[in-house]
C-alpha cells in the first residue's frame, strides 16, 4: 500500500493462489454507459484516495479506461508498481466455451494493457451462442454451459499466469458445487448480489465452509442500473441506524456487509462519495444494530431475468438460482 494512501484497505488471502485481495473495490460497470474519459478519470481519482481493487469485465467495456488509468497513474508515482494494484475481470456468456476462455481473457489482457490480471471470473453460469457479443442476450442464443470444460480453461488460465485467481459471479450453492466436485483449483470468489435487503446468509455459509470468499455487488442496491432500485437507500431500518450513527446508509449497508466478511465492490464516480465509501474501516455496528439489520426482510434484487429463456437452460429464476431466492 502507497504511503500517500489516505487510508489502508484490510485485505483477505484468496485460499487457490495465495493472492492478497484489498476487501473493498471499485466497480467499473455503469448503466447507462458513460464516456471512457469519464471513467478513466474517476478510477485515477480512486487510486490517489486509496483504491486499490478494480472490477471490470468484457460486458462493461471499461477494461479500456481502466488500462488507460492504470498506466497514466504509474507514470505520474500515484502507485509505484501495476503489483500495487488489484483487478477482476470476467468472462462473458458467448466466450464461456472450453476452446474460447484463453483468447477472452487474452483480449481482456490487450484492453487492459496489463501481462496478468489477479482475479479472473465466469460472469453468469450460462453460456451463449459463440461469436455474437451483445446484451441482452437473444433468447434463442442461450446453452448450457459445459462446467468441467470451461473451469479447465479457467485452471489453464491460472496455471500459465495470465490470471492470478479464478472463480465465479452469480453462482448458486448448488452450481459452486458442481464446480467444486470437479475442480483441480477451486474457485476463490464467488461475485453476487449482497446487500442488507438480500444477506445469502445460506451462500455466506456454504462459501466460508469451503474457502470461498464472497465479494458483493450491488451492495448499495444498485440504483440507476436497469433492475437496481433504491430500495435499500430508502429502507426504514437502515435509515434511521445510520442517522443514529452520524453515517451515511449508504456506508452503514458497505460496513454491514464488511462485518459479514465478504468483499464489498462500492461503484460512485463522485469523489466525496468515493470518499465516504472508504470510510468504514474503523468503526463498528453494535450487536443491536447488526440484529435489527439481520431482521430486514429479504428478497433478491438482480432477479436475473435477463438470462431465463424458454429456449435455454434457465427457463425459470427458481432453476437460475436453484431455489435460493
Not at 27 to 35: H, K
Request: charged fraction near 25%; charge should be negative; proline fraction near 5%.
Amino acid at each position: 500500500m502507497d504511503t500517500n494512501s489516505s487510508i489502508s484497505i484490510p485485505e483477505v488471502v484468496l485460499s487457490s493462489s495465495n493472492r492478497r485481495m484489498p476487501l473493498l473495490g471499485m466497480g467499473t460497470a455503469t448503466s447507462p454507459p458513460v464516456p471512457p474519459e469519464e471513467t478513466k478519470a474517476a478510477i485515477i481519482q480512486a487510486i490517489e484516495l486509496g483504491y486499490r481493487h478494480f472490477d471490470t469485465a468484457a460486458l462493461y467495456l471499461t477494461e479500456e479506461p481502466l488500462g488507460e488509468a492504470i498506466a497514466e497513474a504509474l507514470s505520474r508515482g500515484l502507485i509505484k508498481s501495476r503489483e500495487e494494484l488489484f483487478i477482476t475481470s470476467k468472462l462473458w456468456c458467448s466466450n464461456a466455451h472450453s476452446d474460447l476462455v484463453l483468447p477472452a481473457l487474452q483480449k481482456s489482457l490487450q484492453a487492459l494493457q496489463l501481462k496478468y490480471i489477479d482475479l479472473y471470473l465466469i460472469h453468469w453460469p450460462v453460456s451463449s451462442r459463440p461469436g455474437t457479443f451483445e446484451f441482452p442476450i437473444k433468447q434463442e442464443d442461450f446453452l448450457p454451459m459445459d462446467f468441467k470444460g470451461v473451469w479447465r480453461a479457467m485452471e489453464e488460465c491460472q496455471k500459465i499466469g495470465l490470471t492470478k485467481s479464478i472463480g465465479v459471479s452469480n453462482f448458486s450453492c448448488k452450481k459452486l458445487s458442481e464446480i467444486l466436485s470437479i475442480a483441480e483449483i477451486p474457485p476463490a470468489v464467488n461475485q453476487v448480489e449482497i446487500n442488507p435487503l438480500w444477506q445469502q446468509k445460506k451462500l455466506l455459509e456454504f462459501c466460508k465452509e469451503n474457502g470461498i470468499v464472497l465479494t458483493a455487488y450491488a451492495s448499495l442496491g444498485a440504483r440507476g442500473t436497469i433492475w437496481g432500485s433504491n430500495r435499500v437507500m430508502e429502507n426504514e431500518t437502515l435509515i434511521q441506524i445510520a442517522s443514529a450513527k452520524r453515517k451515511s446508509v449508504a456506508q452503514m449497508c458497505l460496513r454491514w456487509a464488511y462485518e459479514q466478511g465478504t468483499c464489498v465492490l462500492v461503484k460512485s464516480f463522485n469523489k466525496e462519495r468515493m470518499k465516504q465509501n472508504l470510510d468504514i474501516i474503523n468503526w463498528t455496528l453494535s450487536e443491536e444494530e447488526s440484529k435489527q439489520i439481520s431482521e430486514i426482510p429479504q428478497s433478491r434484487g438482480c432477479r436475473g431475468e435477463d438470462y431465463i429463456s424458454e429456449k435455454g437452460p434457465f427457463k425459470t429464476v427458481e432453476e437460475l438460482w436453484d431455489g435460493e431466492i
